[in-house]
């Protein structure tokens, strides 16, 4: 059964539309960032990372954006399709500490057909 | 390669049982973590290791103890389970340098029940 996402906050979407998942990080020292899908019954799959050093990076259909001043990590997901509903998390590390991830609350993603 | 292995996938203890959460990684990184996931939640760091015979508390490390003694194999004990140990278990490894993702990869899990 699932175990992940019973109480997250829930984004539905159409299929096809965009989708903006935000995420507010602790550590203002933080080095990279990174968001990771989780499917159910599965572990986090890496989707896109982000150095402190920049505030934007894309990747395929998803770009990330980072505000250091608000310590603020969006997600944007373009052309959802159905294999996008999955829970995404955002993660922060610091490299000279180990590389250990600290992880944000997670938003639930459903794309309606 | 098999990348991050974890077993048992499920398993349920009675209170005060014992156990071990075993993962192995194949990728040859040289840091190891243990997080484990309740329901609704981000992943926690329990424990985590930066090589071989060297490991190191995380966020929630009590109830639990790990050893390295090889670079691939980083046990997690459970000595005396309770209730509040019920959650997923993720095992992970990363290397330390290279460009990208820090090579950040995840075992799928193990289900721990304890009743």
């Known amino acids: 059964g699932e175990s992940v996402g019973l109480h997250l906050p829930t984004l539905s979407v159409q299929e096809g539309d965009n989708s903006i998942i935000n995420c507010a990080y602790s550590?203002?020292?933080?080095?990279?960032f990174i968001w990771y899908k989780q499917e159910s019954g599965k572990g986090p799959q890496f989707i896109i990372d982000?150095?402190?050093?920049?505030d934007k990076r894309q990747g395929q259909r998803v770009t990330v954006l980072l505000n250091k001043t608000v310590k603020h990590l969006s997600l944007q997901i373009a052309a959802t399709q159905p294999g996008d509903s999955a829970v995404y998390f955002c993660?922060?590390?610091?490299?000279?500490?180990?590389?250990?991830?600290?992880f944000g609350g997670g938003t639930r993603v459903l794309v309606k057909p | 390669n098999a990348g991050v292995t974890q077993t048992p996938k499920f398993r349920i203890l009675k209170i005060g049982q014992s156990m071990t959460l075993q993962c192995t990684q194949d990728?040859?990184?040289?840091?190891m973590y243990w997080y484990r996931q309740d329901p609704g939640m981000g992943l926690k760091l329990i424990y985590y290791?930066?090589?071989?015979?060297?490991?190191d508390k995380g966020e929630v490390p009590n109830g639990y103890n790990v050893s390295r003694s090889t670079t691939e194999d980083f046990p997690l004990r459970l000595e005396l389970a309770a209730p509040s140990q019920t959650s997923v278990y993720f095992c992970?490894?990363?290397?330390?340098?290279?460009?990208?993702?820090?090579?950040?990869?995840f075992g799928s899990g193990t289900r721990l029940t304890v009743v």
């Open positions: 992970a490894s990363s290397y330390t340098t290279g460009p990208g993702s820090y090579g950040y990869t």
């Open positions: 550590n203002s020292a933080s080095d990279y």
């Open positions: 982000i150095r402190s050093n920049m």
């Open positions: 993660a922060e590390t610091l490299k000279a500490a180990g590389n250990k991830l600290t």
């Open positions: 990728m040859n990184h040289n840091y």
């Open positions: 290791s930066v090589g071989a015979g060297i490991t």
